[in-house]
């Protein structure tokens, strides 16, 4: 039997991927293929509840949220999650060694055909993304180099990197449908790009599965209020939750062509085959 293809992603907060690219993810678990979450925080940081009764303490939020992506994970079929814990809001003022040899160590461990990633503007500039997708990159290059750290495990090259980004029109709607979420991204460093759509390098229909990640998107029970904002939208803006789009890193770096399948370039090779040429 052939191997099945590995799909990664690495990204900031435990409701990244759910939010970001589940549609993406449980679309690729749908079909076999292994899928991988790496999360570099526990979003220690986010919403602990209603301030008048919180759900749970701050010192507990952390832990909390990692379960609740395990939980998540479980409902997208993923093959596993692991969350680590560098400080949520701060991961920019890591060291970048530190956070980098724990990616090369997760990469070469689990292997990976495609990786996913943020984009460079963190989707809406958010400066844990930005640093988690900048961290990912210098990861997959240095996971892929035979002499660098034997001891972070048999180096292993990527095939193919795309970085998750939001869609000019997608940021126009939240700008129209959620006035404080627009303030708020005014006031960070990064500004959103304008990725309107002949600047994407794929994007991928999400809309058979679109239930399913909204499901996932209940796991994460801390953040109901920005799930519960997220669904709203999807009744005032359907095309919300259609598509998810990347910028493709590697190989052909930048956009078109708009491909339509992460792993549509792979499918022609076995896995097998690819892990023999690494
Ligand atoms: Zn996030």
Redesign the pocket.
């Known amino acids: 039997m052939k191997d099945p293809f590995v799909l990664g992603t690495i990204l900031?907060?435990p409701?990244?991927e759910t939010f970001g690219v589940g549609g993406t993810l449980i679309k690729y678990a749908d079909e076999g293929v292994r899928v991988h979450s790496l999360c570099l925080t526990q979003g220690d940081q986010g919403w602990m509840g209603d301030p008048e009764r919180p759900i749970v303490t701050r010192e507990r939020l952390g832990a909390m949220r990692a379960a609740e992506l395990a939980e998540s994970g479980r409902r997208m079929g993923l093959a596993s999650t692991t969350c680590l814990t560098y400080p949520d809001g701060a991961l920019a003022g890591v060291s970048g060694d530190e956070v980098v040899r724990d990616i090369v160590r997760w990469l070469r461990r689990l292997r990976p055909d495609v990786v996913i990633t943020w984009g460079p503007d963190g989707g809406y500039g958010?400066p844990?993304?930005v640093a988690a997708g900048e961290r990912a990159l210098k990861a997959i290059e240095l996971a892929g180099i035979q002499r660098h750290e034997p001891a972070l495990g048999a180096h292993w090259h990527v095939r193919r990197c795309y970085r998750f980004v939001a869609a000019a029109d997608f940021v126009d709607g939240i700008r129209e449908i959620n006035k404080q979420f627009a303030d708020y991204m005014e006031t960070l460093a990064v500004k959103p790009e304008r990725w309107t759509r002949d600047r994407l390098g794929a994007a991928i229909d999400i809309r058979e599965v679109v239930e399913r990640k909204i499901d996932a998107m209940k796991a994460h029970a801390t953040q109901e209020p920005d799930y519960r904002e997220w669904i709203a939208s999807r009744e005032k803006i359907p095309w919300l939750f259609s598509e998810e789009v990347f910028i493709r890193e590697f190989p052909d770096a930048g956009g078109p062509p708009l491909e339509t399948d992460l792993f549509g370039a792979l499918r022609g090779m076995s896995p097998g085959s690819l892990a023999k040429r690494a």
């Open positions: 900031a907060h409701d990244d958010h844990d993304h």
